[in-house]
């Protein structure tokens, strides 16, 4: 198919366009170092004039920054922990251990596929409110520590593994939380690490949940918080950006030592 | 953890002369797997199932969290939604940003796809740089575009006036706002749907183009009888992956102009947060957030059936 197309239009093309996807990083990566007064100067300008670090300083000063980071980390980090714990033992039954009701958990977790995140989240936030868990770590994790899509992703997995391995260790007297620890969850490892950066990503990312389930600053994750800093007219747009950036390299740093992952993710997704 | 270890086939220990009712015998035989599958059904149960039920209770009343009673008023919420103005405002935002950015996504990045096959180095640098945007926060690239595209300090504007034009405000001109969300959107997800249509690129059997060939089809027919009728399961998979992401947009909006300005952007998944942690009017959220259901469950079977996925060969 490449024959229809001159080489140097087509890479004309993909050039610019990577152009356009990488500018609003140089821009915000530079930006985080400017000074407001050559901002409004230079606005043509891709990178400072000259360098300063105020953002940076400013960030944890004059922001919760740093308890904004924790939140993330607790939050993304724990979550997504219980997240693939829990997925990948609900898989293991669902795909290793023959029992009646399977096929209607299974249906359970494919209709809560359908249905969109909005439609719970009134009624969750009621759930908690009434609980007392709003505004809590565990509001924030315990809601969200299984995902149908995990499930059913590592269902799909754990079904073509070899069920010879699972028989050996059976007639070696192991249980099935030893077959599922040793022999499962090690013959599993792409799939649980696809699922696991998936899950991160998303939580890292969230702002609808976050914004919603915590009201006061220092319960915030990173997206909540700067939106709401953003939006009340911060003065100063090096912190803003200082603190995008900061919140972006933790996955930036992942992405560049463990792209397939992120990229399994998205094509798994698309071919289920 | 939960699960505690669990014996072999638990059948054999049943003594053959004490007859167990069937639920216990069922619940011997099967508790291995319900312990497994515990913690995630109980999540499910608990802050799934049970609040969709809830969400459509709540949609029938004029509920306040907190107030000692509600107050029941049937379908009055549906009613309501009707005859307001600014739901089939945001009805109609949300539907014009699904449709242009669904259709812009599938066509570039099906570009991308096309272009990018070959596992050379170069076409690997240029797949990841793609991609890359697809990791990142919509709430904190939202924000960045948003400063990027200021009028003053943005270096659009800046651009703008190097060419001795007037700095255009696109998140501020009514006419404006709506296309440059878009346009974000759609800049950040071009990588995502080009991963996606590679994987079902890369499935074609390399059979269908030689014998194509040998029939002496070109590089365009080859695209149009070949190419694309054995990509249709992936492009309506990505299609409807697309469209219901785009329909459930809040982040972009929120972050770049809250719905503003003059509620031209102001999408239903806006509208539901502004009325149900906004106004606190969750009955009538509620019933947004139903209405929100209908559309997607809609435009699946929609696109399902323009696919005419039931006759794929």
Redesign the interface.
């Known amino acids: 198919?490449?024959?229809?197309?001159r080489p140097i239009v087509?890479w004309t093309?993909?050039a610019v366009?990577?152009l356009?996807?990488?500018?609003?990083?140089v821009?915000?990566i530079g930006?985080s170092f400017r000074s407001e007064a050559d901002?409004?100067d230079?606005?043509?300008?891709?990178l400072p004039l000259s360098p300063t670090l105020h953002g940076y300083q400013s960030v944890w000063n004059d922001l919760p920054f740093a308890r904004m980071f924790l939140n993330s980390v607790v939050f993304a980090g724990v979550t997504t922990t219980l997240c693939v714990?829990?997925?990948s033992?609900?898989a293991?039954?669902?795909a290793r251990?023959?029992?009646?009701?399977?096929k209607l958990?299974f249906w359970?977790?494919i209709v809560?596929l359908?249905?969109?995140?909005?439609?719970?989240?009134?009624?969750?936030?009621?759930?908690l409110?009434d609980l007392g868990w709003l505004n809590t770590y565990q509001g924030l994790i315990?809601?969200r520590?299984?995902s149908?899509f995990g499930?059913f992703l590592l269902r799909q997995f754990f079904v073509s593994i070899p069920r010879e391995l699972d028989e050996a260790a059976?007639i070696d007297?192991a249980?099935?939380?030893?077959t599922?620890w040793r022999i499962i969850l090690p013959s599993a490892r792409p799939a649980l690490a696809t699922v696991a950066v998936l899950h991160f990503?998303n939580l890292?990312?969230?702002?609808?949940w976050p914004?919603?389930m915590t009201n006061t600053t220092d319960m915030l994750t990173?997206?909540?918080g700067?939106?709401l800093f953003?939006?009340q007219h911060v003065t100063d747009?090096a912190v803003?950006?200082a603190g995008?950036t900061i919140?972006?390299l933790p996955?930036?740093a992942a992405?560049a030592l463990a792209?397939r992952y992120?990229?399994a993710g998205?094509?798994t997704?698309?071919?289920? | 953890?939960t699960?505690?270890?669990?014996?072999?086939p638990v059948e054999t220990r049943v003594a053959p002369r004490r007859r167990l009712h069937g639920a216990r015998r069922?619940w011997l035989?099967?508790r291995?797997?319900?312990l497994?599958?515990a913690?995630?059904?109980l999540?499910?149960a608990?802050?799934?199932?049970?609040?969709?039920v809830?969400?459509f209770r709540?949609s029938l009343y004029d509920w306040t969290?907190?107030a000692s009673e509600q107050q029941w008023v049937g379908l009055d919420n549906y009613v309501q939604l009707l005859h307001d103005d600014l739901f089939w405002n945001s009805l109609w935002v949300t539907l014009v940003f699904a449709v242009l950015s669904v259709s812009l996504q599938l066509v570039l990045g099906y570009a991308?796809a096309?272009?990018?096959q070959?596992e050379t180095w170069l076409a690997k640098a240029?797949r990841?740089?793609?991609?890359?945007?697809?990791?990142?926060?919509?709430?904190?690239?939202g924000?960045?575009?948003?400063?990027?595209l200021d009028p003053?300090?943005?270096?659009v504007?800046?651009?703008t006036?190097?060419f001795g034009g007037t700095p255009i405000g696109w998140l501020q001109d009514p006419d404006l706002a709506l296309p440059t969300v878009i346009f974000v959107n759609v800049?950040k997800n071009?990588?995502?749907t080009m991963?996606?249509?590679?994987?079902?690129l890369k499935?074609i059997p390399g059979h269908l183009y030689e014998a194509a060939r040998i029939d002496g089809a070109?590089?365009?027919r080859?695209?149009r009888h070949v190419?694309l009728p054995s990509l249709r399961p992936?492009l309506l998979?990505?299609g409807m992956?697309l469209t219901?992401n785009s329909?459930?947009v809040?982040?972009l909006v929120?972050?770049m102009t809250?719905g503003g300005p003059l509620n031209r952007t102001d999408t239903l998944?806006n509208m539901?947060?502004r009325e149900?942690?906004q106004y606190f009017n969750?009955g009538y959220?509620?019933a947004i957030?139903?209405v929100?259901?209908l559309i997607?469950?809609g435009a699946s079977a929609l696109q399902l059936r323009l696919m005419r996925y039931n006759d794929v060969d």
């Open positions: 198919m490449s024959t229809s197309l087509r093309l993909l366009g990577a356009i996807v990488l500018v609003p990083f821009w915000m930006g901002l409004f230079n606005p043509a300008r891709l714990l829990f997925d033992m609900c293991y039954a669902l251990i023959p029992f009646r009701g399977a958990c359970l977790v809560t359908m249905v969109p995140f909005q439609v719970t989240l009134i009624p969750v936030f009621i759930q409110f315990i809601p520590a299984t149908a499930i059976r007297g249980n099935h939380w030893q599922y990503t890292w990312n969230d702002l609808l914004l919603t990173l997206p909540a700067l939106t953003a939006g747009h803003l950006l995008a919140s972006l996955l930036a992405f792209q992120f990229v998205v094509a997704t698309g071919l289920k | 953890m699960a505690s270890p669990v014996g072999a069922a035989r099967d291995a797997a319900w497994f599958a913690p995630s059904l999540i499910i608990v802050f799934i199932i049970w609040p969709i809830q969400s709540y969290v907190g991308a096309s272009a990018l070959a240029v990841s740089v793609y991609f890359f945007p697809t990791i990142v926060a919509l709430a904190t690239i924000m960045v575009w948003r400063f990027l003053s300090i943005g270096l504007a800046g651009i006036k190097t800049w071009v990588g995502f991963v996606i249509l590679l994987a079902g499935g070109d590089g365009f080859l695209t190419t992936t998979l990505a992956m219901i329909l459930q809040f982040d929120y972050v809250t998944v539901l947060y149900g942690f969750q959220a509620s957030a139903w929100l259901f997607i469950l």
